[in-house]
């Protein structure tokens, strides 16, 4: 099997827990908090784990939240290679108001990276050999330069490696700019890359094929909520809609949709199987709670529906 290596300039500490009701200026009784390791690249490391993969999560972490969070990695057997910043990693939280059945999302800022400390992620990323996968997902923290990603492309270059990204705003533009093999856009994120406020979803296909006709970028899978995803390549089209499950949670979905993704194309599998392998994932941890990722029985049930 071929090997992945993922990156995660921000990664976190996700905590999740449930209250009957949300009012203001009480005390509010929770649930036991959960804790999982997060942040796109990690997610997508731990995802692949779960679909019995291996990934080698590279990502930079500090303070006492940066060793709870390799704890947690080592708990889940996720090999990684942790490069040390002097800022402490962030922790998120999620909270489930189970009156309302309503999820509300608290994404807290990451530190600060210093120059030296994003330089030495590429030089340990630049080291790696044998490597056919590199996946980037999530954002750049302040420090970081905009165009990281697009350095990651070039080494990924180098190595003859393929390049997936998953993230937004400039970084994804630049990365796109040095070219990449697939990108996961959503469609906000597919809108700001055609330059405009919102798409309509005929204007899917077009869009995406316009972006790949520049030559950057190979392969396009847009996620589109619960209708499922696009792939878009230079001369197909596949819509690949998702069976329809009780959703209790959208956090982690893009991230093991990805890893579906990346899994199955290191095993080999025609892009299109790959693809619908990876909605399942996305789906499939749509229907567990907090922050929990996919469930491979729930993978492979859901696969095999879609594939019929």
Known sequence: MSSIITITLNP???????????????????????????????????????????????????????????????????????????GRTRENLVVQEKSKNLQYRFGMPGPEIKENEWKQLLAVLDQVNDVSFIVASGGVPIGALDDIFASISSIAKKKNAKFIVDTSGDALKLALKEGVYLLKPNLGELSTLAGKEWIEPNEIEIVARQIINTGKCEVMVVSMGEAGA???????????????????????AGDSMVAGIVLSLSKGWPLLRAVQYGVACGTAATMNPGTELCRLNDVERLFSSIIK
């Open 230 to 252: 696009m792939l878009v390549t230079t001369n197909e089209t596949f819509r690949i809609t998702p069976p329809e499950v009780e959703r209790k949670s959208t956090v982690g």
């Open 12 to 86: 976190a500490i996700d905590k999740s827990t449930t209250v009957t009701e949300l009012v203001p200026d009480k005390k509010l009784r929770c649930s036991p908090p959960i804790f999982e390791p997060g942040g796109g690249g990690v997610n997508v490391a731990r995802a692949i784990k779960k679909l019995n993969g291996n990934a080698l999560a590279v990502y930079l972490a500090g303070g006492y939240t940066g060793k709870f969070l390799k704890e947690l990695l080592d708990k889940e057997t996720v090999k990684s290679s942790v490069i040390e910043i002097a």
